[in-house]
């Protein structure tokens, strides 16, 4: 299995659950309000005036098979904005649920 972790400011979070959504991956995860440090400076999780100036992180799970099309499709989405994908592989328990 393939996961992925993208974290993107806020306001392109529902562009990466769009792409999540299309590319079959049966379900995902996003934090909102994650804070950190890299290229573009340091970012805190608090919500100081709105959602859209925070950051989020999504994780997903899918097939090898499924993962390709989606890594291609939020690399071209980060090459416009800011943000970070993280690519590995995984194990799951129930990898039934992933199909």
Excluded: C, W
């Excluded at 993208?6 to 792409?19: C, F, K, N």
């Excluded at 999780?45 to 997903?60: P, S, V």
């Excluded at 989606?70 to 800011?82: G, K, M, N, Q, V």
Aim: charged letters at 15%; proline letters at 4%; glycine letters at 10%.
């Amino acid at each position: 299995m393939t996961r992925l972790e993208v974290i993107v400011p806020a306001r392109d979070a529902s562009a990466i659950r769009e792409l999540i959504t299309t590319a079959g991956a049966t379900g995902y995860t996003s934090v909102s309000g994650v804070s950190g440090i890299g290229h573009h400076g340091q970012h805190s999780g608090a919500l100081l005036f709105n959602e859209y100036d925070t950051l989020t992180m999504l994780i997903t799970v899918l097939p090898p098979g499924k993962s390709g099309e989606l890594i291609d499709a939020i690399r071209e989405l980060l090459s416009t904005s800011s943000g970070v994908m993280f690519v590995a592989d995984t194990y799951v328990s129930r990898p039934e649920y992933f199909q």
